[in-house]
């Protein structure tokens, strides 16, 4: 009985083991009081963020370019909250609940483009030159540098202005927000990848992979890569709040996606700015804290993971605690000492 | 009272994986100008415990128990006493020579820096430091304040820190393994310079080593200590003379002895350690060798070998042993291609390797085995063991099976006496020792026909080292490959080596049958060398010091 029980928990304990090994979960694991906070905190309005773009669909009362309710009545303009209208309607008569639910969708392609993109071109090209070096790289870690003084922003409205002429669909206007980021984006992978893979060159198993006869190719990417990605992580997160700001502020400009191509908050922002001034505010407030939650969610679980990622930021566990842990394993292994000498 | 007076010390350590007892209830004195040592291999909690009496452990840890450093207890002490501490009673030498120097400050800024932190005024300072540095036989110290650390070579650092250690007079020295980062030929040299002063100022010297042969050499008093406890405690004459713990005997039993004495050259035909005559078959046949690496300034290239000629025949073991910057480890790596720019006549194997296409070499690297001197990086930390070894049958035998790869290198493991099941370990969950054997067996996979071996054991503790060239040995008996074993240490290589090169400053000195290299020198510089070895005996530390020198 005993036994069937012990090797019950010691599979808990396994399972736990594994887990704790996940990304994330051994993040969350390792770090303690306010890294924890951080990244739960992060963690919570990311995934919020995420299921509400997924089910979208579902939770918004209307679509994002509806202006008439099912009945055919046309909505009103400017409407207060109400019932029929949560969060109110917009100068133009959309829904601004639904607009913003349905928003969260844009700003998670964006999100993902602007993420996926630079990692898909950057982290090869920097593990590349950093392998190899040579006059690739020379050429390579200039343009890198050369691309470090563009403004973000300039960039994407240019971009945007030659892909769609100002006023685009929805992907062209994401894929203007796309674009204008992995140019910026691709450096910033390249580079860290670059110093971590030429880092690594020189270590003990790199080495001992080109001295068993491997080609450069198999040794780059199975020694010395793998090794090469733990910062890429903390970039991503960073990069994905700023792809929504830089999304935002295309639509806030007026470079960004029609509203009945998609719905964006940084559009709806801009149309809501005559509104502030007369005393109608759900139309700005509601897109402006659905920006800031996603933002702050993703900064916040950077910071988190980057403070647990560095051992000196770390705290260690306090002595009490541990002296505590110590005393129960050794109060535990007695008892079961106990027991067995009853048997 | 003593100087220092050590009672039931505890240290604890938190960390992720528990509470970690470094120092486990220690009791230790020294006496006003006594010499005593701490030996242990790592882990022991040596640097610890010296670490303790002047406060450096930081905040995080535990400490109980009482440290009395002339009258105080340091355990209790306050910032200030600590700082007055420090330089003033106790001076310390670290093992580092080049990162223990900050190097954006001049020596003399350093110096000053340490001196009027004492309350001393800037120039009695700028006099001490000249006073101190020509005592330590600094070649013109009135330049040499002005320069930085970079300037100096590892010996000369330490020389500096010894004269800062010195400087405030103070009552104890600790020195922490203040000669492992150096060559053999200046260990020696500043071993001498710390007696000198010690005895010249009066100052007690408190010594941390894991060499047993430094600790006969220059402490009266050995403290042996073992995962945090002390496992004995005896004057050298009687440690050295009559070990009482077996693990002390353990300890002495595993230092490499070079045999000068008893060995007569036999100076006939090649044969090998067991008498066998050596295959006259070649495998690596070097002519006037050279070896480039790209300067810093652009164009400049570094001479690292000069015109270097040796072979090694068919299932023989050529030893290799020079000092740091010898160019012993380029050649190592010249031999399968990595490295620098090669010139002259090198053949592996019967293939030229110089001008090989890329191809070619990866072919005969296929036939070569390296084992590398850091266990620490020499696998891949984010794969398992398994994998590790399993990586020259991956590259080289792409169409094995799964099944047939991973029976393989369980035989491996096992021939190495690893445990097979270790397989699914992660590097670091294997100790340094049992990393070595890994990367041995990984050498092994394909049955190589040389194995180059650079450094195999000089990152291991004693004991450990023992155990692994005795299977490297057994190895080579075994499977008769071939070997190349650079080492800088020579009673390792005359454990090993059939025949033996020594090279100096990238060129070769001498070379031939290991016996008679190390028994009847021919040149000023190997005599300099086996002069300067130390053996674990009181009575003699420099056995070869008046045959050679």
């Known amino acids: ?343 | 009272m003593s100087l220092l007076d050590i009672a039931n010390l505890q240290i604890d350590f938190p960390t992720d994986n528990g509470l970690v007892h470094a120092v486990r209830g220690v009791n230790l004195n020294v006496e006003a100008g006594e010499r005593v040592a701490i030996v242990g291999e790592s882990g022991s909690g040596k640097s610890v415990t010296a670490r303790a009496i002047l406060g450096l452990l930081g905040d995080d840890c535990r400490i109980r128990g009482r440290i009395m450093l002339d009258g105080r207890n340091m355990v209790e002490a306050s910032a200030g006493d600590l700082a007055a501490a420090r330089g003033g009673i106790v001076g310390m030498v670290f093992q580092e020579p080049l990162s223990s120097l900050n190097p954006v400050y001049t020596i003399g800024a350093q110096f000053r820096l340490g001196l009027t932190e004492h309350g001393l005024d800037d120039k009695k300072a700028d006099e001490l430091c000249l006073e101190y540095l020509r005592k330590v036989d600094i070649p013109d110290p009135e330049t040499a304040v002005k320069k930085y650390p970079m300037e100096f070579s590892g010996g000369q650092i330490q020389r500096i820190m010894i004269a800062m250690a010195l400087a405030l007079h103070p009552k104890l020295i600790i020195a922490d393994e203040p000669t492992t980062a150096l060559d053999v030929t200046v260990q020696l040299e500043i071993l001498d310079l710390l007696k000198r002063q010690c005895a010249e100022s009066g100052a007690a010297l408190l010594m941390i080593s894991h060499n047993m042969a430094v600790v006969a050499d220059i402490a009266q008093r050995v403290v042996v200590m073992r995962r945090g406890s002390v496992v004995e405690e005896a004057s050298v004459e009687d440690l050295f003379t009559r070990p009482r713990d077996p693990y002390t005997k353990q300890l002495i039993a595993s230092v490499p002895k070079l045999e000068v004495e008893d060995g007569d050259a036999d100076s006939g035909g090649l044969t090998d350690v067991d008498g066998n005559d050596i295959d006259n078959d070649i495998v690596v046949q070097a002519n006037h060798i050279n070896v480039f690496y790209k300067g810093r300034r652009l164009g400049s290239r570094i001479h690292s070998v000069q015109d270097v000629s040796f072979e090694i025949h068919r299932g023989e073991i050529l030893g290799l042993v020079g000092e740091s910057g010898s160019g012993k480890s380029t050649i190592g790596r010249a031999l399968i291609g990595l490295g620098g720019e090669l010139e002259g006549e090198l053949s592996l194997l019967g293939t030229s390797v110089v001008g090989a296409s890329k191809r070619e070499m990866r072919a005969l690297r296929e036939r070569v085995g390296f084992i590398f001197q850091d266990p620490g990086t020499s696998f891949n930390p984010r794969r398992t063991v398994g994998e590790g070894v399993a990586a020259p049958l991956r590259i080289h035998r792409p169409h094995m099976s799964d099944q047939e790869v991973n029976s393989k290198v369980r035989t491996m493991l096992e021939a190495v006496s690893l445990d097979p099941d270790y397989v699914d370990r992660y590097p670091h969950e294997l100790s340094g020792g049992q990393r070595q054997r890994a990367s041995i067996a990984r050498s092994l996979m394909l049955d190589p026909e040389l194995i180059i071996a650079d450094e195999p054991t000089s990152a291991l503790d004693v004991t450990i080292q023992a155990k692994v060239l005795e299977l490297l040995k057994q190895l080579h008996a075994q499977l008769g490959f071939s070997c190349l074993f650079i080492s800088h240490d020579l009673a390792v290589v005359d454990q090993m080596a059939d025949r033996v090169i020594v090279l100096h400053h990238g060129k070769l000195e001498e070379s031939g049958v290991t016996g008679q290299v190390l028994h009847h020198p021919q040149q000023p510089y190997t005599r300099k060398l086996i002069s300067s070895v130390l053996a674990p005996n009181p009575e003699n530390p420099q056995p070869f010091k008046s045959v050679f020198a």
């Open chain 1, 1 to 343: 009985m005993t036994s069937i029980s012990n090797a019950k928990s010691n599979d808990q304990a396994g399972v736990w083991q594994r887990l704790i090994k996940l990304p994330i979960i051994r993040e969350i694991a390792e770090s303690n009081g306010a890294q924890r906070g951080l990244i739960v905190t992060g963690l919570s309005f990311i995934v919020l963020f995420v299921l509400v773009a997924l089910f979208a669909p579902l939770l918004a009362p209307y679509g994002f370019a509806q202006l008439k309710g099912a009945d055919g009545a046309t909505f009103g303009v400017l409407e207060a909250p109400s019932a029929v209208h949560p969060l109110g309607t917009t100068s133009t008569g959309y829904d601004v609940l639904s607009r913003v639910l349905w928003g969260s969708r844009t700003a998670l392609l964006a999100v993902c483009l602007g993420v996926v993109l630079p990692i898909v071109i950057g982290v090869p090209l920097g593990a590349l030159s950093g392998y190899f070096r040579g006059p690739l790289d020379k050429v390579l870690v200039t343009i890198s540098d050369a691309i470090y003084v563009f403004p973000t922003l300039l960039l994407a409205i240019v971009v945007s202005l030659v892909i769609s002429g100002g006023q685009a669909g929805m992907w062209p206007g994401l894929l203007s927000a796309a674009v204008a980021l992995s140019v910026v984006y691709i450096p910033q992978y390249f580079r860290v990848v670059r110093t971590e893979v030429s880092r690594l060159s020189s270590e003990g198993f790199v080495e001992a992979g080109r001295a068993m006869g491997a080609g450069d190719l198999w040794v780059l990417f199975h020694e010395a890569l793998p090794n090469a990605l733990r910062t890429v992580p903390l970039i991503m997160t960073l990069n994905a709040g700023d792809a929504v700001m830089t999304l935002a502020s295309l639509g806030f400009l007026g470079f960004g996606i029609e509203p009945t191509a998609a719905a964006e908050w940084g559009y709806d922002l801009n149309k809501s700015m005559n509104d502030v001034s007369n005393g109608v505010w759900w139309t700005a407030i509601c897109p402006g804290v659905a920006i800031i939650i996603i933002v702050l969610g993703f900064t916040l679980f950077g910071e988190g993971v980057n403070d647990v990622a560095d051992p000196r930021s770390r705290k260690a566990p306090s002595i009490a605690k541990l002296l505590k842990r110590e005393q129960t394993a050794r109060g535990a292994a007695s008892g079961a000492a106990a027991k067995e000498e009853a048997k």
